[in-house]
């Protein structure tokens, strides 16, 4: 794994990842500020996405790296990365193009409403 060298050595000292070695990404569409997404990011993850400008994200189910839109053409443009308060949570502004959910949906929280 590599580690986060894009990151000010303060900022990566102060994410808090879980014991998989993940941290929590919330993807909002950075005009709109929709919440896009939900994904999980460790440090290589984090990396690509600094340095390439497209979200990466880990999948725990898959067991490995993946592009959003590497597939599907729907892309994630990456404007913005942000740290919470309590260093175990990444806000993702981004620019997408096409739906963010698999479904197909705009987002993955068109779904049930449960309030």
Request: glycine share 8%; aromatic share 6%.
């Amino acid at each position: 794994m590599v580690g986060v060298s894009s990151l000010d050595p303060a900022i990566a000292e102060r994410l808090k990842r879980d014991a998989q070695g993940l941290v929590t990404a919330v993807i909002q569409d950075a005009e709109s500020r929709d919440v896009l997404m939900v994904g999980w990011m460790d440090d290589e993850a984090l990396h690509r996405t600094l340095t390439t400008g497209r979200g990466t994200f880990w999948s725990r189910s898959r067991q490995t790296y993946w592009v959003k839109g590497e597939t599907s053409g729907n892309t994630q443009a990456v404007r913005e990365v942000r740290l919470d308060c309590d260093g175990d949570t990444l806000l993702v502004l981004v620019d997408q193009t096409g739906p963010a959910c698999h479904t197909g949906t705009r987002t993955c929280f068109d779904a049930d409403r449960l309030l």
